[in-house]
């Protein structure tokens, strides 16, 4: 028959058990990562006696925690996802506080740029005003240097917090590799009892884990907990933790790449694979908006230089001599894969910088051709080479072998290059080399104006052009003007038709094109000459300052303005966009957090009521040892 004292010591342990349990939820209540844990009881079975089975008490037959598998996976994505969101926005948001600076910014010094080469076109001879030009100039120059080195600090950042985090990732595997071997061990000791405690640091350390890099998790029947990341790279595998570690770019030190060690001791590169966290926050904003944003601050760079340059090179400055660069030229960097195997090397110089894009272009040698991908928008054109594309002209020299390939950077860091390569103010080439004159002699209403040159061939004149006008240049009554120097031949001109002016233009000297208008008698002569004189000229002046508002970048839609409006508001648009994402997400991570707590976290009032209610079973328990003895003791004193 049971013991009814064997009954109550038992009932004793399970509800000491029930409060030791209790007590210890209420200890952890503040505790991150704890669940709340739960006794479970079970009857002991009864022994067969007169009138039937009498039970045997009562056992605990285990502790549960609070957990939800599906609900702590659901919590530890979407962290994943808030912490790629957030770091993102961050760093979006200090791109777009640089680049949109209004007092400081690019955009208010070209306004005081232009505004200085304004001033030198309404005074040319002056020099006060040139050197105020050219003080600007210079200012512009450092203001894109400036810009540069910043986005240039920003990746440096990127690169800090990716090995800060690839650390702390690696510490986290192998935390979660001991765990894993404490874990199987625990259950081993008492088999089929979880580690409730031990399982909670190591859900502790997947959510900080998950915080960094997205990961899947399988759990083997033992308890150990493998983790996969990327597509498919085994970071934890039993009580054994590979690594991550941090490298340099193919094609540039400073674009670092994350290498999976893979056990053999060869890497594997995963950047593109990674997903999720905060290490795939910070690869999308420096890949994407922050690339983004250099390679367009870079292609107005290169569009100022290239085309401020040319136009000055059509001008004459005050000495009578053909206008120089006013700012450096900018080469097209090449960057070559450092496991390049063959001799080949690759060229790129900018034939038309209006055709121009934002991007770079990956050249790869597949054995037969050459591939040239625009990483941009993904177009391919293959050939031997040489290419013409894009306004580039790239040519392609040695012997190349498969799985060669470069890295054409025609925008990348050009904002860095910028510097003045013009010091004095009398260089500065604020006339037009070619003038026109109209004889005194003329008896006609004919004139020509507007004489602009395109090119520097035959440049300075050596002799002048003279226009004679002819009823029957181009043939019995057909019209025009003889043209004497220069290129010699006939201009057809119309006075019934095109007096009210048309434009002619010239082959060779300078590529001229004027407007002849009116109505010119016979042998009435005009002439185009040298511009060696002219001190009072602003002509070139004029187009140097009108290329404030020109159209000529990205196939001659934009002006330098309209393509720095377009950087920042790109910018600004995928900022607000990212901490939109951001917000949406906080919300639904704030919901996962709640959901998993609900079922893991700690009830106090919950707590009280369970505390209450095993003291009030023990108390009941030990009641029922004092009766067992009262009724023992009472038998005893029947035999005395």
């Known amino acids: 028959m049971p013991s009814v004292l064997n009954i109550a010591t038992s009932g004793l342990l399970a509800f000491q058990k029930g409060l030791a349990t209790t007590g210890h939820n209420i200890a952890n209540a503040s505790t991150e990562g704890y669940s709340r844990q739960e ?51 961050t760093m979006a948001d200090r791109l777009d506080n640089l680049v949109a600076e209004q007092d400081r910014g690019l955009a208010s010094q070209f306004e005081r740029f232009f505004a200085a080469m304004q001033d030198v076109s309404n005074n040319p001879s002056s020099i006060p005003e040139r050197q105020v030009f050219l003080g600007e100039a210079s200012a512009l120059a450092a203001q894109f240097r400036y810009l540069d080195d910043s986005l240039e600090a920003l990746n440096d950042q990127v690169n800090e917090q990716l090995e800060l985090m690839i650390d702390e990732i690696n510490s986290i595997a192998i935390g979660i590799t001991n765990l894993n071997e404490d874990i199987s061990n625990a259950k081993a000791v ?12 190591r859900d502790k350390l997947l959510l900080s884990l998950g ?91 290169m569009g100022v230089v290239e085309t401020f340059n040319a136009q000055h090179r059509l001008g004459v400055d005050l000495n009578g ?37 934002p991007t770079d272009y990956r050249a790869y040698y597949d054995g037969t051709n050459w591939q040239l991908t625009n990483l941009l928008s993904g177009a391919v054109t293959q050939g031997a080479g040489p290419f013409d594309l894009d306004g580039l002209s790239i040519d392609i020299s040695g012997v190349a072998i498969e799985g060669d390939e470069f890295l054409i950077r025609p925008n990348f860091r050009s904002a860095s290059l910028v510097d003045m390569a013009m010091s004095a103010p009398a260089d500065l080439a604020a006339a037009a080399p070619l003038k026109s004159a109209d004889a005194l002699t003329n008896t006609g209403s004919g004139t020509l104006a507007s004489v ?78 040298g511009n060696a004189g002219g001190a009072g000229d602003n002509r070139n002046a004029m187009l140097l300052a ?49 959901a998993h707590k609900a079922k893991s976290g700690v009830n106090l009032d919950e707590e009280a009521a369970n505390l209450l209610r095993y003291q009030q079973s023990y108390q009941a328990a030990a009641k029922v040892i004092t009766v067992a003895d009262e009724m023992f003791q009472a038998l005893l004193n029947a035999f005395r």
Do not use: C, W
Not at 190 to 195: H, I, L, Y
């Open 39 to 89: 006794v479970r009881f079970g009857t002991r079975g009864g022994s067969p006696g007169e009138g039937g089975y009498v039970g045997d008490g009562v056992e605990t037959t285990e502790v549960l925690r609070g957990y939800d598998a599906y609900l702590a996976k659901e919590y530890r994505n979407s962290t994943s996802a808030y912490h790629q969101f957030g770091v993102y926005s």
């Open 190 to 201: 008492v088999a089929g009892q979880d580690p409730n405690d031990l399982l909670d640091q």
């Open 211 to 301: 915080e960094k890099i997205g990961l899947v998790t399988s759990e083997q029947n033992d308890g150990v907990m493998n983790v996969i990341i990327g597509n498919g790279q085994p970071l934890v595998v039993g009580n054994r933790a590979e690594s991550l570690s941090v490298g340099i770019g193919s094609f540039d030190p400073v674009h670092k790449e994350i290498l999976f060690n893979r056990v053999n001791g060869g890497q594997t590169e995963v950047t593109d694979y990674l997903t999720g966290g905060a290490v795939q926050g910070l690869l999308n904003f420096r890949d994407g908006i922050l690339n983004g944003a250099r390679q367009q601050l870079g292609l107005l760079a």
């Open 321 to 357: 001599v053909a206008g120089g660069d006013v700012f450096d030229p900018i080469t097209v960097k090449v960057a070559e894969n450092y496991k390049n195997a063959g001799s080949s090397s690759i060229t790129a110089v900018v034939n038309d910088v209006s055709q121009v894009q």
């Open 452 to 529: 602009a040159v395109t090119s520097t061939q035959d440049l300075p004149l050596v002799a002048d052009i003279t226009f004679t006008f002819n009823p029957d240049a181009g043939g019995a009554g057909v019209p025009g003007f003889n043209v004497t120097g220069g290129p010699g031949g006939v201009l057809l001109y119309d006075t019934a038709t095109d007096f009210s002016g048309k434009t002619l233009t010239l082959a060779g000297y300078g590529d001229p094109s004027f407007v002849m208008s009116g109505v010119p008698e016979t042998n009435d002569t005009f002439t185009l000459s």
């Open 546 to 594: 009108g290329l404030q508002t020109k159209t000529t970048l990205l196939k001659s839609t934009a002006s330098y303005q309209d393509m720095f409006a377009t950087t920042v508001s790109d910018i600004g648009i995928q900022t607000r966009q990212s901490q939109q994402s951001l917000a949406t997400q906080t919300v639904l991570n704030n919901q996962a957090e709640g």
